[in-house]
């Protein structure tokens, strides 16, 4: 059984991703955009986390990078909204084995949705400067 099933199937990861919303809005790290939201393509994270633990065999919608990327998601800003996807999916069916397949599948997207610390503030990068003989 996969995953989305142990969890309860689309009802309940609808349910999680307003409860992520609402958690992410308390939390403080994660600052709302102009219109007061902090997720601003709810609905495309909620397919994404639904393809992700098993409930679609595909995944057609935004890269996740650009669904994530308001959240200007660092290390530590990441494992934070992980802790607050694994506590709004786990809710009844929480057990340590479906919090751990679930910290495991998001750890393997940190790539795509974490920003270089070169990148996140500050001066663009500048070409390297090379070595005059």
Do not use: W
């Not at 999680?16 to 393509?41: I, K, M, W, Y």
């Not at 986390?49 to 959240?71: E, N, Q, R």
Request: hydrophobic share 40%.
């Amino acid at each position: 059984m996969t995953l989305y099933l142990k969890l309860g199937g689309r009802p309940a990861f609808q349910e999680a991703v307003e409860t992520l919303e609402n958690r992410l809005c308390q939390d403080g790290t994660f600052p709302p955009s102009q219109d007061g939201r902090v997720l601003r393509h709810s609905d495309e994270l909620c397919e994404f986390l639904i393809f992700l633990f098993g409930g679609a065999p595909f995944y057609d919608g935004m890269p996740i990078g650009m669904v994530l990327k308001p959240l200007r998601l660092d290390d530590v800003r990441y494992d934070r909204f992980v802790d607050h996807v694994v506590d709004a999916l786990a809710g009844s069916h929480s057990t340590i084995r479906n919090e751990t397949r679930m910290r495991v599948a998001l750890e393997h997207i940190r790539p795509h949705v974490v920003t270089a610390p070169e990148f996140r503030s500050g001066p663009a990068p500048q070409d390297p400067v090379g070595i005059v003989a």
